[in-house]
C-alpha cells in the first residue's frame, strides 16, 4: 500500500467529521502531522507483531563481550570514524539500525544460542547471551571468537516529507492489509488526544479510537497474526548466510 491510500482512508473515515480531514483530502499544510502520528503507528505495530525480521552478521573482536547493534559500528558506514566496526553489512545491502528487539543469535556452525536464558536450569555453565538493552549483546566470555546472525525484530523505515518535490502515491508502506485498521485507529488516537473532551459529554475521542486500537490487535493476537509471514526475507544471504 501506499501513503495516500492511509490519507484517503483517514481522511473519509476517522477525520471525516474534522477540519484536518473532510472530502478534499488531507491538506499537505497537515501532512506532517499526520505523517508523525502514521510513524508513531508503524513503530507501535512492529513492536508488537513480528511484521518485519531482519538479521545482521556480527564479527566477534577479541576480549570484547558488549556489542551495540547500531550503524556506527557498521563496515559501510563511512560517515563514522575511530569506532570498531563489527557489524559486517556492505552498501549494497547496508545495516540501517532498525532495531525493536533481538529475536535470535546463531553461531558459525548455525547453532541457536541460549538468550536471555540467565539463571535458567538450562543454562548451567552460564553460556547465555544476554540483551541488557534492546540493542546490545552481552556475549559470556567462554564464546570462540566467530561471526555471529544475529536475527532481529526491525522496525518501519522513518516516513519523512522531503522538502520540494513529494507525492504521497510514490511513499510505499510495508504493512500488511490485515494491520490497516489498527494504523488508522492509532493516528486517529493520536490526532484526536490533544482536542480532550468533547463539550460537556465526557466523551474523549482520542480514547475512543486508543480503544478501538487496542480492539483490533486483541483481534488480530486472537487470529494468530502475531507472526507474519513475509515473501521478503531481508538479510538471508548476506555474506554467504543463507
Not at 552498501?91 to 535458567?120: H, I, Q, S, W
Request: glycine share 8%; aromatic share 8%; charged share 25%.
Amino acid at each position: 500500500m501506499n501513503l495516500k491510500m492511509i490519507f484517503d482512508l483517514l481522511s473519509h473515515s476517522e477525520l471525516s467529521q474534522v477540519s484536518i480531514g473532510g472530502t478534499n483530502g488531507i491538506d499537505e499544510s497537515n501532512w506532517e502531522r499526520v505523517l508523525s502520528a502514521v510513524n508513531l503507528g508503524l513503530t507501535e505495530l512492529h513492536k508488537r507483531f513480528l511484521l518485519r525480521e531482519e538479521e545482521v552478521v556480527l564479527q566477534m573482536q577479541p576480549g570484547q563481550i558488549r556489542y551495540l547493534l547500531d550503524i556506527k559500528h557498521a563496515v559501510a558506514n563511512r560517515e563514522s570514524a575511530g569506532v570498531t566496526k563489527y557489524l559486517m553489512d556492505s552498501a549494497a545491502d547496508p545495516f540501517l539500525g532498525r532495531v525493536l528487539k533481538v529475536e535470535r543469535v546463531y553461531d558459525a556452525e548455525g547453532t541457536e544460542l541460549m538468550l536471555n536464558r540467565g539463571g535458567d536450569s538450562l543454562d548451567l555453565l552460564h553460556r547465555s547471551i544476554r540483551t541488557p538493552v534492546f540493542n546490545v549483546l552481552v556475549l559470556p566470555p567462554e564464546l570462540p571468537l566467530q561471526q555471529l546472525r544475529v536475527v532481529y525484530r526491525g522496525n518501519h523505515p522513518l516516513l519523512v516529507k522531503e522538502q520540494g518535490y513529494f507525492q504521497l502515491e510514490e511513499v510505499e508502506v510495508s504493512l500488511p492489509d490485515t494491520h490497516l485498521d489498527a494504523l488508522l485507529c492509532f493516528v486517529a488516537a493520536r490526532l484526536f488526544n490533544p482536542t480532550g473532551l468533547s463539550g460537556n459529554t465526557g466523551f474523549h475521542e482520542g480514547n475512543n479510537y486508543y480503544q478501538k486500537f487496542e480492539a483490533a490487535c486483541a483481534m488480530l493476537d486472537n487470529a494468530d497474526y502475531r507472526n507474519v509471514e513475509k515473501e521478503e526475507n531481508y538479510r538471508l544471504h548476506r555474506m554467504g548466510w543463507a
